[in-house]
T-cell receptor, first 108, second 113 residues
């Protein structure tokens, strides 16, 4: 069946350092979404990428969709303690398949 | 105040009992989903529904059942056949299945003792 793999599982950074999480699919995706789940909370939608090679930015967050539409990345520049949480990608195969998530911890 | 509501937030049940988790949305969304999240894990799809009176199994449907009699409601029953039911359950909805964002409820943490 469809699978969406996400790495790394955990990332610990010092405040101010950059962070990147990667998402890979075994099959071509129609689109990919990114969500953030704060500790004890529920996933909240961040962004959706649809086009091959698409790049979108939200302040310090940069999202990329691969040319083959099989991989994606989320990069955070100069992390802050408010960035703490788990970041999930979700590939859409007519229903949302979530990656295993990358848990980000930011030390002040 | 539109949104998706799950209740209760915490639920305790004895082993061998069925339990039903509530999920209601007033967003007028056609699609609804149930996910299970275990500690440190991602979200695994249990069931989803694209429209009223229709639902499909996800990857881990065994031991669970759902109904979709109303557009607003998608309750999940965790049956005694579910071998390891203790988990965090998340309900979500979207305008349709496809390229639309999912809105999540606050989740129900089920503990079976």
């Amino acid at each position: 069946g469809q699978q969406v793999m996400q790495i790394p599982q955990y990332q610990h950074v010092q405040e101010g350092e950059d962070f990147t999480t990667y998402c890979n699919s075994s099959t071509t995706l129609s689109n990919i979404q990114w969500y953030k789940q704060r500790p004890g909370g529920h996933p909240v939608f961040l962004i959706q990428l649809v086009k091959s090679g698409e790049v979108k930015k939200q302040k310090r967050l940069t999202f990329q969709f691969g040319e083959a539409k099989k991989n994606s990345s989320l990069h955070i520049t100069a992390t802050q303690t408010t960035d703490v949480g788990t970041y999930f990608c979700a590939g859409n195969f007519n229903k949302f398949y979530f990656g295993s998530g990358t848990k980000l911890n930011v030390k002040p | 105040d539109g949104g998706i509501t799950q209740s209760p937030k915490y639920l305790f049940r004895k082993e061998g009992q069925n339990v039903t988790l509530s999920c209601e949305q007033n967003l007028n969304h056609d699609a609804m989903y149930w996910y299970r999240q275990d500690p440190g894990q991602g979200l695994r799809l249990i069931y989803y529904s694209q429209i009223v009176n229709d639902f499909q199994k996800g990857d881990i449907a065994e031991g669970y059942s759902v109904s979709r009699e109303k557009k607003e409601s998608f309750p999940l029953t965790v049956t005694s056949a579910q071998k390891n039911p203790t988990a965090f359950y998340l309900c979500a909805s979207s305008i349709a299945t496809g390229n639309t964002e999912a809105f999540f409820g606050q989740g129900t943490r089920l503990t079976v003792v």
